[in-house]
Structure formats: C-alpha cells, structure tokens
C-alpha cells in the first residue's frame, strides 16, 4: 500500500487518513479549506481531537464551550504559532469561518475526563533545531507536557535546500524509555505552493522502503520506520504532524548509519 495520500486542490475536503483507511490503530486526521461565511460541523464520537487553524479566522464551538473568532495567521508559513482548539471524546463540534480559512482536524483515541479548552499562540512553544542545512524550525502545539489521551501535535517549517526528521529516527517499538510506538501523519505544504519536497519512510530490514515526491496539501503516513524529509532548493516546508499510540510519550531512535552526523 502506498504511503503517499494526495491531496485536492479545489473543495471542502482536501485530504481525509481515518485508521480504516490506514490500516492501524490510532491516528486520524483531515484537512478541509472553508469559504468564508461557511459552516462545518461534526461528532467527535469516541475519538479526542485537535483543531489546528491553520490560516484564516474561525469561531468554534464544543458543546457548551464557544470560542469566538480565532486564528491571526494568513499562511503556515507565517512567523507565529496557530490558534488551535482541543477536544475530549462525545463532543458535538461546530465551526464558522469569518475568512476563507484552512483547518486541521487531528484525532485519536478518547476515554479521558478532560474539558475541552482553548490552545492560544502563546501556548504553543516555538523552537529551533539541528544546525546548518538541517535546521528548521518547530511549534509544539499538543506536547506530552499538555493535557490529552493519546495526541500529540506539532507543526514544523523546514527551510529550502534543508532536511528535516533528520538524521533519519523512528518510533516503532514499545520500548519505553528507549523509544515509544507512535503512528504518524505528515500533512504537507509548500511556499511557494508548487514546489515539491522528498520523504522516505524504511525499516532496518528495508521490508518497508517507499521514497516519495509530495506536493501541496499531501499526506505521507508513518506506519513504522525512519521517515526523513528534504526539502529542495527555492521551496521552504511545512509539514503539520499528528502522533499517537498506546502510550503519550515520544522517544525515538536514531538510524544508527547516520547518527555519526549529530557528532560533526
């Protein structure tokens, strides 16, 4: 099965990965571009999610909960975190866009008490990491430091000519503290908007090697596996990435052929 899900570039519905649709057992999530004076709604049924407005300016209301007008970005790639809104499992879930708007619905699991709460831009902590041709840039929006059953969100931007989830780690093995198991979506895109960027998804033993091209608005899964990105010269990345698995905690490990180059 290919890991690449491509995206639509006109409609509602951009780019939907369910776990049926996955074939494993946690993460979900979709994409969905909203007119402005448009109205989404949905169940959250027995899965927790995370809304992340990605661009645009959105009202949102979780059952007696109602957040009004949010979101201050006009693209991903601008230099500040998202609004983003988290909510527990048996909520029903409406939106508003004030704006054409582009949001994000992260999902898994839910069997928790939490409340549904807001995520403000000041919440999410920004960072940098790697150096030289492997920086890029990271905004935690869900971390195991916050509250959640089983999501983990973070969104990062990538710099032209740079790599990134690099060197090449996973998070396959329920190996805890060595490394966690952990499903994993990438949902990407591109500045400017035609540009391409490259991911590989392997195993050690290669039983699984799938090297892909995405473009804008595609979704690369992460059943198992190393999964690096590189992106080309003149085309900066951002990738949005949804994590989960039995346990809330991200340890990795690092392709032992190439982490002689965190030494260098």
């Avoid at 300016?57 to 230099?79: K, L, M």
């Avoid at 999902?107 to 008490?113: E, K, M, R, V």
């Avoid at 900066?236 to 180059?261: C, K, T």
Wanted: overall charge negative; hydrophobic content about 35%.
């Amino acid at each position: 099965m290919s890991l690449l899900v491509k995206g639509r570039h006109q409609g509602r519905d951009i780019v939907s990965v369910t776990p049926q649709s996955a074939n494993w057992s946690y993460v979900g999530f979709a994409a969905y571009r909203l007119a402005r004076g448009e109205h989404f709604s949905f169940d959250s049924g027995a899965r927790e999610v995370c809304i992340v407005v990605l661009r645009g300016v959105v009202s949102v209301r979780a059952g007696e909960h109602r957040w009004t007008e949010i979101g201050e970005r006009n693209s991903v790639f601008d230099d500040c975190s998202p609004y983003a809104v988290y909510v527990p499992h048996h909520h029903a879930v409406s939106i508003n866009a004030h704006s054409e708007a582009e949001i994000a619905v992260c999902s898994a699991p839910g069997h928790g008490d939490l409340s549904a709460r807001l995520i403000a831009p000041d919440a999410a902590k920004r960072s940098v990491r790697g150096q030289g041709g492997n920086t890029r840039h990271v905004c935690d929006i869900l971390p195991q430091s916050a509250p959640a059953d089983h999501l983990l969100v973070v969104e990062v931007v990538t710099p032209g000519g740079h790599s990134s989830s690099y060197p090449p780690h996973k998070h396959d093995s329920d190996n805890l503290p060595q490394e966690s198991l952990l499903e994993e979506t990438y949902y990407h895109r591109l500045n400017p908007p035609q540009g391409f960027a490259f991911q590989r998804v392997y195993t050690d033993d290669r039983s699984l090697d799938q090297a892909m091209a995405v473009e804008n608005h595609d979704v690369v899964m992460v059943p198992r596996g190393y999964h690096p990105v590189v992106a080309p010269h003149g085309y900066d990345s951002y990738y949005l990435n949804v994590m989960a698995g039995p346990r809330r905690e991200w340890h990795f490990r690092n392709d032992p052929a190439h982490e002689w180059i965190l030494q260098r």
